[in-house]
């Protein structure tokens, strides 16, 4: 425990502060005080939670997510789903490395002690600790508060999924006991109040409430310590030292520590920007701030200035990789491949990505247990925005000894390079993605469904889109049926029927249905057609054809719809002069036929000339020309592409 007066100090801090205007509900604040044990690597906890009811029910009970009980044993719900973490597994196992949460009291505001049970929501698995339910002495009124308080111990997993310590450094993401989100009917998939209190699983990290995170961390003395909001003060007392900090209108609270950290400050946009990382990244410290401040610009002029005082940017050291390439509110973790050269962009790409979060995630709290693409996918879509913008579109990924590659080409290699990519619709929760196809499906699919909408609407339009459905949606808990009629409004507001009454034929095709897209150009002909020959108005009166003259020929083009989904795409056929036709097609039909006569011979085909169909499976078929064209290279260099890619996919697993 901190020792008393600083505790006094800090509270003391926290009050005089200037009220800083209140940008969310603030459903769930907490005051922690934890003490790391370095020697027994432990957490000894106190905390009290302030719950206010959101809805008009009389709520009776609190579920908490115990998160770090997810390590205990190989038998948890996580454990039990972590293929992806397996190795992380091993090392836990080998080692011990297990780690728990116990709750040893728990007392309401009256002083009453409170009982509590673990319970399994979503798949009764009586191993699994992971949600805590405590029944209520004095039930919480409509409208009304508890104040809720709490003395826990945790042991710290040994480098597990996220959170965890290797060696002397710390990374403590969901660590602490959280209260769950209380859904009213009528909220997202609600039609009774409930509580939304998912175990915790491999895949999916947390949905929360916004509140205030008021948290006093004492280590020993040589430990520097990174973590969401700000560093309200630091006291030293018999060799260690406490770090009080304060985040206002967030969803979560995450810290690290190390004595190894060295600290790097800039300011952009009044924002105070705090990287940590070990003496031996020091000198990447320019590529992070060059894409964070970028990334932050790019977010702040399409959905609105970043708007806390803070971002700390977490550089994990080789052993803490387990920590890599995640996004907590105000934090950040790089994923820092120092062994690949600087011109493979993994590092931008997974910092862009983890900022963009803040927006996506952090500050329009979507589900992510359950509908992951909600964030994930607009997030991967906006860093690949991010990225081709700062690096240029083909070489946003990778620009190496002549090879490059843009981020178009890594989404498009994981989700067609699934064995079957569709295998899976997004009407699931994260954990029930068949054969580890989630990554694939939430990010890269709903990235390239997002770039097609992008390619039908345009740019700008997009944006604007996005950026009311982040205005609309920001600090509150949209679902995805929100998301879509945001947009069924402003492409109303913008284009009218263009695109029919609404949307919902984009999305029942790319997010209710697993069909694929594939646009082929099937056949050019040519064939000359002979001048009118024959008897037309008299009867003696024969019509010869004239002379030779210049043939004229009957020029067609047949394209296929050779899978499910449709989309209004543009098809381009170029004829031997050097013309070209641009057809507007709406892509219904199987087979669509494009006759010419008189222009001459057609010599080239093209759908959807300017890739705006991302979703389009195959791009080699989309094109057409009478000479003979190059297929077999292209082929060989398409083949080494998707392996690239999915070397780069598995560099990026924990974003
Ligand atoms: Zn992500």
């Known amino acids: 425990m901190p020792p008393k007066p600083f505790l006094l100090f800090c509270f003391l801090l926290w009050g005089c502060r200037p009220a800083f205007s209140q940008l969310s509900p603030r459903t769930a604040s907490y005051d922690i005080q934890v003490r790391l044990d370095t020697a027994e690597k432990k957490l000894y906890g106190r905390q009290a939670l302030h719950w206010a009811n959101p809805s008009a029910d009389t709520v009776r009970e609190l579920q908490y997510h115990l998160y770090l009980n997810a390590f205990r044993n190989s038998e948890s719900t996580f454990m039990r789903e972590a293929g992806n973490f397996g190795f992380m597994i091993d090392a836990m196992r080998e080692n011990c490395g297990w780690g728990w949460t116990e709750v040893q009291r728990i007392t309401d505001g009256d002083g009453n002690r409170l009982a509590m049970e673990y319970i399994a929501p979503d798949d009764g698995n009586p191993a699994d600790r992971t949600v805590l339910r405590v029944p209520l002495a004095r039930p919480v009124l409509p409208g009304g508060t508890i104040r809720a308080e709490l003395e826990w ?9 996220r959170t965890g310590y290797n060696q002397d450094y710390y990374f403590l993401a969901q660590w602490f006991p959280k209260v769950g989100v209380y859904e009213p009917a009528g909220m997202r998939f609600a039609q009774a109040g409930q509580w939304n209190c998912h175990q915790y699983h491999a895949e999916g990290e947390y949905y929360s409430d916004f509140g205030v995170y008021n948290v006093a961390i004492t280590l020993p003395a040589g430990f520097t310590v990174g973590a969401s909001g700000v560093l309200q003060g630091v006291e030293e007392q018999g060799g260690e030292k406490t770090w009080a900090f304060r985040a206002e209108d967030v969803i979560d609270f995450t810290w690290a520590a190390s004595p190894h950290f060295k600290e790097i400050k800039e300011t952009h946009n009044g924002v105070q920007l705090r990287l940590l990382a070990y003496p031996y990244h020091e000198h990447l410290a320019e590529r992070y701030f060059r894409v964070i401040k970028f990334a932050m610009d790019f977010c702040g002029s399409r959905f609105g200035p970043y708007p806390y005082p803070g971002l700390t940017i977490v550089d994990p050291p080789l052993h803490g990789m387990f920590s890599s390439a995640m996004e907590y509110p105000t934090l950040i973790s790089t994923a820092n491949l120092c062994f690949l050269p600087a011109s493979v962009r993994t590092s931008e790409l997974l910092l862009a990505h983890e900022f963009v979060h803040q927006y996506f995630m952090q500050m329009v709290a979507s589900n992510e247990q359950e509908e992951p693409w909600l964030d994930e996918g607009i997030t991967n879509y906006y860093e690949a925005r991010i990225m081709d913008e700062l690096f240029g579109p ?35 929760f994260s954990w029930q993605f068949p054969e580890g196809s989630g990554h694939a499906i939430s990010y890269s699919k709903t990235t390239l469904w997002l770039r097609t909408l992008e390619g039908l609407l345009g740019t700008e339009a997009l944006d604007e889109v996005m950026g009311a459905y982040f205005r609309r949606w920001k600090f509150r808990h949209p679902c995805g049926q929100d998301f879509i009629d945001v947009v069924n409004e402003e492409v109303a507001k913008k284009f009218g029927n263009r695109f029919g009454e609404n949307m919902d034929w984009f999305f029942g095709q790319v997010l209710y249905s697993t069909e694929l897209c594939d646009y082929a150009v099937a056949s050019i002909a040519n064939t000359p057609v002979a001048p009118p020959a024959g008897i037309f108005e008299e009867t003696e009166d024969c019509v010869r054809p ?5 043939p004229r020929f009957r020029a067609s083009v047949i394209v296929h719809r050779l899978e499910g989904l449709y989309f209004p795409v543009e098809v381009r056929i170029t004829f031997e002069d050097g013309q070209t036709i641009t057809e507007q097609w709406d892509g219904k039909a199987r087979s669509r036929e494009f006759v010419y006569e008189g222009r001459g011979r057609a010599v080239a085909a093209e759908i959807d000339p300017e890739r705006r169909i991302c979703l389009d499976k195959n791009f080699i078929n989309n094109s057409r020309a009478v000479a003979p064209q190059k297929t077999g290279v292209r082929k060989y260099f398409l083949q080494f592409l998707f392996w690239m890619q999915n070397a780069m996919q598995g560099l990026s697993m924990l974003v």
């Open 153 to 161: 111990t945790s042991q710290i997993p040994r480098a597990a999924a």
């Open 394 to 428: 083909q070489s946003s990924t990778v620009d190496w000894l002549g090879f490059r590659m843009g981020n178009l080409e890594s989404n498009r290699g994981e989700f067609f390079g699934l064995d079957n990519p569709q295998i899976a619709d997004y009407g699931r």
């Open 546 to 550: 004239e002379g030779k003259g210049e």
